[in-house]
């Protein structure tokens, strides 16, 4: 098992006074904190903290679950059609205020304002999944299955379910979760994460604005204090994690140890196999966007690209090609790529081109000469292009989560399955092929949760469900669509009978048919 991160690092023991506070949102309101712990918020295109996030302890902890579950039995018999009609509300406003969300997420995620419109936009869409709950919320009806007998389903929330999200997605990983568990009758804890708060509160307060009563919609901040407390106290019935995979193996582990439903989707490691006949041109264009978008820090970004020869060389000069028109810079000033969200993780991710290096790869493009559009102090790294890695190197077999794209070189489409299929991690993938036999056989063949057939990041819409396969998801139930409404509801069967007097008598046998 892989060692756990035990000391986030913005975490830090100074409590300054001069900058803001982001505070928690318990029972419908803002709720500042007094834990005395706090985490440094970066904008990380200016490269400064520009304001801290509480971290709770155990009383905020308690607090923050009390206030879920003193709200969930008014929640839970609240009508279908006035549950629909405040997710209808919710859904209106987020469409019509999203600008302001995006310019949130920019200044403490970094990634550009177009981006972050688009994974708003992307968990909206599960947002009007939702507006259309009931009729997945209906059960089922089997009439007369012994004589005067019948036998029906209805669906219930579970209670207080936690959801834990990861810095990179801080408003569409969320929203894969709660419009589900809140329009199904559930009551919500969202622990975000400490790097990028914001976006959370804000979102609480749209649910207000939209008529959620107090305690339905609750943010708790946090570091791992606030995620032990959600995964072992008994009021809470499931928890939803996204985030690296050490830290979803825990959360998998502890929760379902402590009795809760869990879904914990974790890290990634995503190839993209191109053979000798695709349109190279689209090719670059997908290896450029999906490799390079978000600078790389999407759990569905394009890591590798597995090139089947002689495909190449002609590939690498498109891509390289591509990379020179691109604008690394401050959201803010329409660049295609910000910077990384912090300076730490831009070390990190940085540390790999010297590691291939070290293996003898080719480092074709170097991010780490990038000029970028932006403040000097900003946590840039340009985008980056490696040959040649050898699939023993760190390179290949971790996950960098940053704007560096991989290329493998295999002489066989069998070769480049059987890499694939050796990894770790399950989540994504693409071919790009215009041989539909091949892109049939690669769809059966391949060992990943989500396939692209000439789309390099096949995130399916909310109707379908998203999540990986191995190590990139612990648990048996996938985020959104029929499973995310199977996660968030538990089954009743009701066998009913009404009085006959045909039908009375003792009769101490198990029940039979007739
Ligand atoms: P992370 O694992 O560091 O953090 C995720 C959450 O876990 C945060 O809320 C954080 O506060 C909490 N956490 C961190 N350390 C903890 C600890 N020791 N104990 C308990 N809780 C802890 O992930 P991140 O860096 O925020 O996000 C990037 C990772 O998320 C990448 O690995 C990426 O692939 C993954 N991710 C996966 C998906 C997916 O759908 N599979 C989607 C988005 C992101």
Known sequence: MSTIDLNPDTTTDDVAVDLPTVPHWINGASYPSHSGRVGDVYDPALG??????????????????????????????????????????????????????????????????????????????????????????????????????DVYSTKQPLGVVAIISPFNFPAMVPSWFFPIAIAAGNTVVLKPSEKDPSAANWLAALWAEAGLPAGVFTVLHGDKEAVDGLLTHPEVKSISFVGSTPIARYVYETGTKNGKRVQALGGAKNHMLVLPDADLDLVADAAINSGFGSAGERCMAISVVVAVEPVADPLIEKIVERMGKLRTGDGRRGCDMGPLVTKVHRDKVASYIGIAEED?????VDGRNVVADGDPNGFWLGPTL????????????????????AIVRVQTYEEGVKLINSGAFG???????????????FQNEIQVGMIGINVPIPVPVATFSFGGWKDSLFGDTKAHGAEGVKFFTQQKAITSRWLDPSHGGINLGFPQND
């Open 48 to 149: 400064v903290v520009t304001k801290h996030v509480a971290l709770a302890d155990q009383a905020e902890i308690e607090a923050a679950i009390a206030g879920a579950a003193a709200a969930f039995p008014a929640w839970r018999d609240t009508s279908l059609a006035k549950r629909q009609t405040i997710m209808f509300k919710f859904r209106e406003l987020l469409d019509a205020k999203k600008g302001e969300l995006a310019e949130i997420i920019t200044a403490e995620h970094g990634k550009v304002v177009s981006d972050a419109l688009g994974e708003i936009s992307r968990g909206q869409e599960v947002a009007e999944f939702a507006t259309g709950l009931a009729h997945h919320l209906k059960g089922e009806f089997s009439e007369q299955v012994s004589t005067g007998i």
């Open 386 to 405: 490696i040959d040649n890695v050898p699939i023993s190197s760190r390179v290949y077999t971790e996950e960098i989560f940053g704007p560096v794209l």
């Open 427 to 441: 989540n994504g993938t693409a071919i790009f092929t215009n041989d539909g036999g091949a892109a049939r056989r």
């Open 360 to 364: 003898g790869a080719k480092v074709v």
